[in-house]
């Protein structure tokens, strides 16, 4: 399976990173991954499980020093159509330091799996965010994607 590559390169490259409450970084990752569990992409399993590969692997880029290049590789899709989603995918999801907020999320709204893999972050992100700018730029974000 592909997602369990994937969980290995994002579990190498965000290894020693935690979250703000000490937990380390990957569990996140895995719980973006597990959002994608809803019946419409169960019934089509390849495609699941790609997807999950590409969610658990959403905070390498921006966060790690590993590569768009090094993941392809090392999960063997280097010229592939898959590969070239992967690669649209995760470009999308990583913010430049030049984007605001808005633009970075209206972007990703132009791209269904990068919306569906930013919900589940964005929703994990919400479980303990404490009241304030943060919390409130995040259900906003929640509402671009899935309202207008
Ligand atoms: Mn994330």
Not at 16 to 44: M, S, T, W
Not at 126 to 141: D, Q, V, W
Request: charged share 25%; hydrophobic share 40%.
């Amino acid at each position: 399976m592909l997602y369990e590559l994937a969980l290995e390169i994002a579990a190498a490259a965000h290894n020693g990173q935690v979250r703000k409450d000490g937990e380390p970084y990957i569990r996140h990752c895995v719980r973006v991954a597990d959002g994608l569990d809803y019946d419409y992409f169960k019934a089509y399993p390849v495609i699941h499980d790609f997807y999950r590969a590409v969610a658990v692997l959403h905070d390498v880029i921006e966060d790690t020093n590993v590569t768009l290049s090094d993941i392809k590789s090392g999960l063997g899709l280097s010229n592939t159509s898959n590969g070239h989603i992967l690669d649209l995918t995760l470009l999308v999801l990583t913010r430049n330091k030049s984007d605001s907020y808005l633009d970075y999320i209206l972007k990703i709204k132009r791209f269904g799996l990068a919306t569906a893999i930013k919900l589940c972050d964005l929703a994990d992100n919400l479980r303990n965010a404490s009241p304030g700018n943060l919390k409130e730029k995040y259900i906003m974000a929640v509402y671009i994607l899935k309202e207008c």
